[in-house]
Nanobody, 121 residues
Framework: QVQLVESGGGLVQPGGSLRLSCVASGTFRSINVMGWYRQAPGKERELVASMTSGGRTNYSGSVKDRFTISRDNAKGTVSLQMNSLKPEDTTTYYC???????????????WGKGTLVTVSS
């Protein structure tokens, strides 16, 4: 079945960098959108960055000038290069995929389990 596996989270000092990666595996026929969300305890999940299969990107205003999203469609992966990290970036980051699995009539949303990013001195 479908699995989204994130990696790359960890501890970094303010101003440092991390690179998150996500591998989407399973019976996907096609994937339209891949991206990253983050969610702090007790708060709603919010978009960090996303990219369509055609390369169109969308960024949260708070990360627009610091983070860069990329995709490898052949490998079914999406990455998030995070630079100039701030303490307020600390939270769990979730991989997101919107796409079709084989024999599906409609596209669906899929989520990874999350990877923790901690920005602290």
């Amino acid at each position: 079945q479908v699995q989204l596996v994130e990696s790359g989270g960890g501890l970094v000092q303010p101003g440092g960098s991390l690179r998150l990666s996500c591998v989407a595996s399973g019976t996907f026929r096609s994937i339209n959108v891949m991206g990253w969300y983050r969610q702090a305890p007790g708060k709603e999940r919010e978009l960090v960055a996303s990219m369509t299969s055609g390369g169109r990107t969308n960024y949260s205003g708070s990360v627009k000038d610091r983070f860069t999203i990329s995709r490898d469609n052949a490998k079914g992966t999406v990455s998030l290069q995070m630079n100039s990290l701030k303490p307020e970036d600390t939270t769990t980051y979730y991989c997101y995929v919107e796409g079709y699995v084989y024999d599906a009539y409609y596209d669906r949303n899929y989520w990874g389990k999350g990877t923790l990013v901690t920005v602290s001195s």
